[in-house]
Nanobody
Framework: QVQLVESGGGLVQPGDSLRLSCAVSGFSFDYKTIGWFRQAPGKEREGVSCINKDGSTYYANSVKGRFTISRDNAKNTVYLQMNSLKPEDTAVYYC??????????????????WGQGTQVTVSS
């Protein structure tokens, strides 16, 4: 069975850093694209970043230069390092799988399995 489990969220102050983890199981992780999405209160879900099977990455403009996505295939885990956090980064963060492993697109409909989400709150 396919499972994705996010962790690492919490309450931090503006300017702080946080590292999210997405632990995956039930599929050939090495050959899939994993993406991070987020949904803030009262707003639609938006793509944050994704990493494909080759390790190539893509970032939304809103997080470019502040966030870094990476993967550790030996641990079946994808990470999202979030630096210089802003209040507008507050959201539930989800990781998800795109079964087409060469693809680098933050298009929700491309992702067939999703984790349960982890809350990130940035507030002073």
């Amino acid at each position: 069975q396919v499972q994705l489990v996010e962790s690492g969220g919490g309450l931090v102050q503006p300017g702080d850093s946080l590292r999210l983890s997405c632990a995956v199981s039930g599929f050939s992780f090495d050959y899939k694209t994993i993406g991070w999405f987020r949904q803030a209160p009262g707003k639609e879900r938006e793509g944050v970043s994704c990493i494909n099977k080759d390790g190539s990455t893509y970032y939304a403009n809103s997080v470019k230069g502040r966030f870094t996505i990476s993967r550790d295939n030996a641990k079946n885990t994808v990470y999202l390092q979030m630096n210089s956090l802003k209040p507008e980064d507050t959201a539930v963060y989800y990781c998800a799988r795109d079964p087409v492993g060469w693809r680098l697109r933050l298009v929700s409909s491309y992702y067939d399995y999703w984790g349960q989400g982890t809350q990130v709150t940035v507030s002073s």
